[in-house]
């Protein structure tokens, strides 16, 4: 009986919600439309949007009267950020990642990553794929959740909960044997130890499995190497049963080894990929295996992380861009991860567009990895990534014409999610 009571009082509660969800329509009249999935911009278009879905979009702008006046706009679907960290607020040196883990608990991290995930809708980003906490547990799950059931303003996310590397291989590390400290993942050793720390990790949430393939980078032989974590055996456990249960693996791999083990193991996506083998750029082609190159955090850290003792990450800028140029001509599949969380949330990570037209990407190219292409690697190609019949209504607006200049993708002033206007 009492349960019924609290039911019925929920459903008080919820009712103007409710009223708010029945379909409505709005048209969106736009002087210029990118459509995500089209080569060519076109002029003069009224999209029509009920509840939270694209109905239809057609030229013709001068005929409509009333709607959202978006004509001195260029329309885009929302922009797709593939490689955040919203439980991260800037990793530069060890101390500034030790410094979260130590003094800020899960609740404090939490609350700051709702900041996040507002002002990321804010610069036009509606929907995000969160690559680990970094310690956070699954907050990021409960981020999402959130999210999606309208308490917090945010993106629509796909997460990867905490994240998978061997022990010892990641920090906190330099503490005294002493200590028990905290970790920014879950290790697992062991091709069945692995596939336990999988199981766990779906069970709480996790869209995407996210591994460490390699750490410790430095030159030799005319190329990027480094260490490799795990072992092939157990990164094909892991990617097993990730796939198993129908689910994607993510997979830092920044050099030589780390990125052919993780290519012969099967995974999904090479996440930064700075130095990547003719072959193994060949073999990604060929499998459609994605590449998300974070240019611009790699420019942001190798200062910093020089005049901590580490220079090589200075000449890794110059082997980033040249892997970038190689895997366009390989014909590799490209999507757009910026790494924000990495480096500061003030900065707007559409700031990476302009990195991407410099080595080579037409503006239209660009674009694409942030739409189409980006929806096709979450798997969502049928619901976002361009402005066509039958898409969820994300779509964002810019005053001017971004082919002509793609930093003004960094002045987004017009954000609609699911149909509903959250910035103007
Ligand atoms: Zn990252």
Redesign the pocket.
């Known amino acids: 009986m009492k349960s019924t009571i609290a039911l019925a009082a929920l459903f008080l509660l919820t009712t103007p919600a409710l009223a708010q969800t029945t379909p409505q329509s709005v048209t969106l009249t736009c002087g210029t439309l990118i459509d995500g999935a089209s080569d060519t911009p076109r002029h003069n278009v009224v999209i029509t949007i009920e509840g939270n879905r694209i109905k239809e979009v057609h030229e013709g702008a001068a005929l409509t009267v009333g709607g959202i006046d978006l004509k001195r706009k260029t329309c885009l679907p929302g922009l797709i950020d593939v490689?955040t960290?919203t439980l991260l607020n800037g990793d530069i040196t060890a101390e500034d990642y030790d410094v979260q883990l130590l003094k800020q608990s899960t609740a404090y991290r939490a609350i700051v990553a709702t900041r996040n995930v507002r002002w990321m809708l804010d610069y036009g980003f509606t929907s995000i794929r969160d690559?680990?906490t970094e310690g956070a547990g699954y907050a990021d799950v409960d981020l999402k959740t959130a999210i999606n059931r309208g308490i917090i303003p945010g993106p629509r996310m796909q997460v990867a909960s905490r994240a998978l590397d061997v022990t010892g291989a990641y920090p906190l590390q330099g503490y005294s044997w002493e200590l028990q400290v905290p970790h920014g993942l879950q290790f697992c050793d062991g091709p069945d130890d692995c596939r336990k720390a999988v199981r766990e990790q779906l069970s709480h949430g996790a869209d995407w499995i996210k591994v460490y393939s390699d750490r410790s980078y430095y030159l030799a032989n005319g190329r990027l190497e480094d260490i490799p974590t795990f072992t092939l055996d157990e990164l094909r456990a892991i990617v097993d049963e990730a796939h198993r249960e129908r689910h994607k693996v993510a997979s830092?791999a920044m050099a030589l080894y780390g990125v052919h083990n993780s290519i012969e193991a099967g995974v999904d996506t090479i996440?930064h990929g700075d130095y990547i083998a003719p072959e193994d750029l060949k073999t990604m082609a060929a499998k459609g295996i994605w590449y998300v190159p974070t240019i611009y955090v790699g420019e942001y850290v190798a200062e910093g992380r020089a005049a901590a003792g580490a220079k090589v990450w200075v000449d890794m800028i110059n082997i980033n861009h040249e892997t970038v140029r190689r895997a366009l001509q390989a014909g590799v599949k490209i999507a757009f991860g910026t790494?924000i969380g990495?480096f500061d949330w003030k900065i707007n990570p559409a700031i990476q567009f302009p990195s991407l037209t410099k080595l080579g990407m037409t503006p239209m190219q660009a674009i694409k990895t942030a739409t189409s292409s980006a929806a096709e690697l979450l798997g969502m190609q049928q619901q976002i990534g361009s402005i066509e019949p039958g898409k969820l209504a994300d779509i964002v607006a810019v005053d001017g014409d971004p082919l002509a200049d793609i930093t003004l993708l960094q002045k987004i002033s017009f954000v609609m999610k699911d149909g509903v206007v959250v910035k103007r």
């Open positions: 490689h960290h690559l680990e830092h996440e790494d990495g």
